[in-house]
T-cell receptor, first 115, second 114 residues
Framework: AQTVTQSQPEMSVQEAETVTLSCTYDTSENNYYLFWYKQPPSRQMILVIRQEAYKQQNATENRFSVNFQKAAKSFSLKISDSQLGDTAMYFCAFMKFNAGNMLTFGGGTRLMVKP | ETGVTQSPTHLIKTRGQQVTLRCSSQSGHNTVSWYQQALGQGPQFIFQYYREEENGRGNFPPRFSGLQFPNYSSELNVNALELDDSALYLC?????????????FGNGTRLTVT
């Protein structure tokens, strides 16, 4: 079974600054996907960024980038130029390759962006 | 393109009762998954439906059951409700193509069991 751990229950950052959210996971699989999801007060889970384990290059989506360390089983999210709208719960998630939509989520990190 | 819609948004039930939650998939999507998110925790996978059949299940008892209809909409049924069933229930749809396609989540149904 896979486990996903987010060790930071809460984080805060000043607007326009950079923040990094941590995530570690445990698996015996070699092929898998990793995700970061954002959950604002509207409750809807929104995909922020996705990483395929077989790709060595770290994924980037505009202000969001990841640091994927496969050997260390670490998958951190960096948010640059933080905006007030980034305030939300952030969840790291794991999915085995060819496992349909069966995601294993971490416990989440609450991010507060301060003006 | 319509997104994933869930109904109702909130629901209060009494222990021992039964509940049905509904989900309409995003247009063009053929796979639906259900997740349970207890307060302050990450979502947990309940099960997934593809072509009207259950296609994967998490660690949930049989009193959690579901249906998928020909139009790909779905229901989650929970029998003999327990206090611990109080949670946000999230539905997600995607297009199964053999490769991973992104999940699109609804806004969830908040279930309170008293």
């Amino acid at each position: 079974a896979q486990t996903v751990t987010q060790s930071q229950p809460e984080m805060s950052v000043q607007e326009a600054e950079t923040v990094t959210l941590s995530c570690t996971y445990d698996t015996s699989e070699n092929n898998y996907y990793l995700f970061w999801y954002k959950q604002p007060p509207s409750r809807q889970m929104i995909l922020v960024i996705r990483q395929e384990a077989y790709k060595q290059q770290n994924a980037t989506e505009n202000r969001f980038s990841v640091n994927f360390q496969k050997a260390a089983k670490s998958f951190s999210l960096k948010i640059s130029d933080s905006q007030l709208g980034d305030t939300a719960m952030y969840f790291c998630a794991f999915m085995k390759f060819n496992a349909g939509n069966m995601l294993t989520f971490g416990g989440g990190t609450r991010l507060m962006v301060k003006p | 393109e319509t997104g994933v819609t869930q109904s109702p948004t909130h629901l209060i039930k009494t222990r021992g009762q039964q509940v049905t939650l509904r989900c309409s998939s995003q247009s063009g999507h053929n796979t639906v998954s259900w997740y349970q998110q207890a307060l302050g925790q990450g979502p947990q996978f309940i099960f997934q439906y593809y072509r009207e059949e259950e296609n994967g299940r998490g660690n949930f008892p049989p009193r959690f059951s579901g249906l998928q209809f020909p139009n790909y909409s779905s229901e989650l049924n929970v029998n003999a409700l327990e206090l611990d069933d109080s949670a946000l229930y999230l539905c997600a749809s995607s297009l199964r193509t053999g490769l991973h396609s992104p999940l699109h989540f609804g806004n969830g149904t908040r279930l309170t069991v008293t």
